[in-house]
């Protein structure tokens, strides 16, 4: 197994008062030349926003781009004419295709957002911009895997425009877990949101991440832990 590690506390960060990003990979003014992808994984943000927090209209094209709140709720709305409110429980999933606009606003004036903000670049360029979401019941990914994201229709998840696939658990302290991938030759980026578990001789904390190149693994919780594991293709060319 080979295996990334990347502790919270290396990641980018940036203070925007309203904003307070942390990031995993290079994003915005943070420039990683070590830190710019995992596969076709390009994106994953940790977004604190503040009460009244706004990311005002811009484009998007060719990303396919899920918002998994923790808590509080975003507002969305986009250009294909898809809106709604996304709070801890929801996932989200966009394909910007041929190019979307959209913004994000807090829902809450004075409660502040929690999120993960991941973008993953597609199989197929340039599709029909396209919006989901959907609420995903907590108690079915306690000491199992709930698959919420993935491109085929048996795993009930929101649909990708790409190989590759997203599933959260919750381990009780001392359960173990296998994460077999769903696509061969695929890596899984798995995020500790919070808890503690090891992955092999690997120990994990709270936000921290390690990218694992291997069919399977097996996870120990050592603490009780919220888990998330975002499967993708690693054949990424520049």
Do not use: C
């Given at each position: 197994?080979?295996?990334?590690?990347?502790?919270?506390?290396?990641?980018?960060s940036a203070?925007?008062?309203?904003?307070?990003?942390?990031?995993?990979?290079?994003?915005?003014?943070?420039?990683?030349?070590?830190?710019?992808?995992?596969?076709?994984?390009?994106?994953?943000?940790?977004?604190?926003?503040?009460?009244?927090?706004?990311?005002?209209?811009?484009?998007?094209?060719?990303?396919?781009?899920?918002?998994?709140?923790?808590?509080?709720?975003?507002?969305?709305?986009?250009?294909?004419?898809?809106?709604?409110?996304?709070?801890?429980?929801?996932?989200?999933?966009?394909?910007?295709?041929?190019?979307?606009?959209?913004?994000?606003?807090?829902?809450?004036?004075?409660?502040?957002?929690?999120?993960?903000?991941?973008?993953?670049?597609?199989?197929?360029?340039?599709?029909?911009?396209?919006?989901?979401?959907?609420?995903?019941?907590?108690?079915?990914?306690?000491?199992?895997?709930?698959?919420?994201?993935?491109?085929?229709?048996?795993?009930?998840?929101?649909?990708?425009?790409?190989?590759?696939?997203?599933?959260?658990?919750?381990?009780?302290?001392?359960?173990?877990?296998?994460?077999?991938?769903?696509?061969?030759?695929?890596?899984?980026?798995?995020?500790?949101?919070?808890?503690?578990?090891?992955?092999?001789?690997?120990?994990?904390?709270?936000?921290?991440?390690?990218?694992?190149?291997?069919?399977?693994?097996?996870?120990?919780?050592?603490?009780?832990?919220?888990?998330?594991?975002?499967?993708?293709?690693?054949?990424f060319q520049?």
């Amino acid at each position: 197994m080979k295996a990334t590690i990347f502790k919270a506390s290396d990641r980018g960060s940036a203070d925007y008062g309203w904003l307070k990003p942390n990031y995993y990979f290079s994003f915005s003014q943070y420039h990683n030349p070590e830190k710019v992808h995992f596969g076709l994984l390009r994106v994953l943000n940790d977004d604190f926003i503040a009460g009244g927090g706004v990311f005002h209209t811009h484009p998007h094209d060719n990303m396919e781009i899920v918002t998994i709140p923790f808590t509080g709720a975003i507002q969305h709305k986009d250009s294909t004419g898809g809106q709604g409110v996304i709070k801890a429980g929801d996932v989200q999933i966009m394909s910007a295709g041929s190019g979307i606009q959209h913004s994000e606003a807090n829902a809450s004036a004075t409660d502040p957002v929690t999120l993960f903000q991941i973008w993953v670049y597609p199989k197929v360029e340039n599709i029909k911009p396209r919006y989901d979401q959907r609420t995903f019941d907590a108690n079915d990914r306690q000491n199992k895997w709930q698959v919420v994201v993935s491109p085929n229709e048996a795993d009930n998840a929101l649909w990708i425009n790409q190989d590759a696939r997203f599933a959260l658990t919750n381990l009780t302290a001392g359960k173990q877990i296998e994460y077999t991938n769903a696509f061969k030759g695929n890596g899984v980026f798995l995020v500790v949101i919070n808890g503690g578990v090891t992955v092999g001789d690997v120990q994990l904390g709270k936000r921290d991440a390690v990218g694992i190149e291997a069919d399977s693994f097996t996870i120990t919780a050592s603490e009780d832990a919220e888990l998330l594991a975002i499967e993708v293709p690693m054949d990424f060319q520049s």
